[in-house]
């Protein structure tokens, strides 16, 4: 989140605080689900109506966000998560973080699903470069590191470095590839969205991964499911994804052994096809339908035995509703409500 789209942030989270009962007599919704975002992830949406909510949550990065703004954000999102029966996280580690901050809480782990074309992009022609592919950001995503890192191999390597994305510290990061020498070995292609990415990542050599933190490891997946082996920093999140086998995790922040890593893969392309067949299988449990199955199960659990009709945010017109009216909410027991702590009960991804 960079400092220019601050004030539109705290405009949304205004607008939900103040507009949530209009939409709730409007689309009368069976399950609220607030998507928790930057910079404090939850504004404690189960404090502000009666509507069963389900907490959908990517990540837990308030206190990063608080050291960059100065602002007490961390105490917002310890409100957010306490506030929350019901929490689906990203991944298992941010699941065992949410259960230690909850205790009371059911929370279950839906990882990130993948597109199917994901399984289906082969290289016309695989390079011998090395990528990286994401926000161009140093505190989250390392990219000082990986430069660092590249600085100590370039002489011994072929592999130029290809730098696809956007994102605050760009300049930074040109600057700084020029004072260590290496501008000419890399390549900015600038943002990728779309199946493109896909065809990026499936026509590289290895994909570097420098991230300092993740709360489930997009672009990983995406790497493995095209074939190509991934180098990263074995942390939380990430080690579920990169493991041995598929990909080379190293110690983390350890930037001569990200260095290492990287020049052993370079260096021997058997060895990257070895690992890169064994990607697509690693993730196959990415699936879409089985994603979705079980969030429609997180959503169908806080409801009373009845299926979901219809999500917030999901209805409108060109959407069915159900065959009949909702029924009667069944209230929870009193000492479960929290009532007393706001006017009703109960707020909201690479």
Excluded at 2 to 26: C, D, I, K, W
Excluded at 142 to 164: E, F, K, N, P, W
Excluded at 198 to 214: G, H, K, N, Q, T
Excluded at 262 to 288: E, F, K, T
């Amino acid at each position: 989140m960079s400092a220019g789209h601050f004030p539109s942030l705290m405009a949304y989270f205004g607008a939900v605080l103040t507009g949530l009962r209009r939409l709730e007599r409007r689309w009368q919704p069976d399950v609220i689900v607030e998507d928790f975002a930057a910079p404090f992830s939850s504004i404690a949406v189960p404090y502000l109506t009666r509507t069963p909510v389900v907490g959908v949550v990517q990540w837990l990065f308030a206190a990063d966000k608080a050291k960059q703004y100065h602002l007490p954000f961390q105490h917002i999102e310890r409100l957010g998560v306490g506030a929350h029966d019901t929490l689906v996280a990203v991944s298992e580690d941010l699941a065992g973080e949410l259960r230690a901050r909850n205790p009371s809480a059911d929370v279950r782990a839906v990882p990130n699903g993948l597109e199917p074309v994901a399984w289906h992009v082969r290289p016309r022609q695989r390079g011998d470069h090395m990528l990286f592919l994401g926000r161009l950001e140093m505190a989250q995503k390392g990219m000082d590191l990986l430069l660092d890192a590249y600085a100590q191999i370039a002489a011994y390597t072929r592999s130029d470095l290809v730098i696809a994305g956007d994102g605050p510290d760009e300049a930074a990061l040109r600057a700084r590839a020029e004072s260590l020498g290496i501008a000419h070995r890399l390549h900015w292609l600038g943002r990728i969205d779309g199946p493109a990415r896909f065809e990026i990542l499936a026509a590289a050599r290895l994909v570097c991964m420098p991230s300092c933190y993740e709360t489930f490891g997009m672009v990983a997946a995406e790497s493995l499911a095209v074939g190509t082996p991934v180098v990263a920093f074995d942390i939380p999140c990430l080690r579920a994804l990169v493991r041995p086998g598929v990909g080379v995790p190293v110690e983390a922040f350890d930037v001569r052994a990200l260095a290492g890593a990287m020049l052993a893969l370079a260096n021997d392309p058997a060895r990257c096809a070895r690992l890169g067949a064994a990607g697509p299988d690693s993730v196959r449990h990415l699936d879409w339908d089985a994603v979705a199955a079980a969030q429609l199960a997180a959503y169908e659990s806080v409801l009373p035995a009845r299926p979901v009709a219809r999500v917030a945010g999901r209805g409108g017109p060109g959407h069915p509703g159900p065959a009949r009216p909702c029924p009667q909410r069944v209230p929870r027991p009193a000492a479960a409500r929290r009532s007393d702590l706001g006017p009703g009960r109960r707020e909201p991804h690479r």
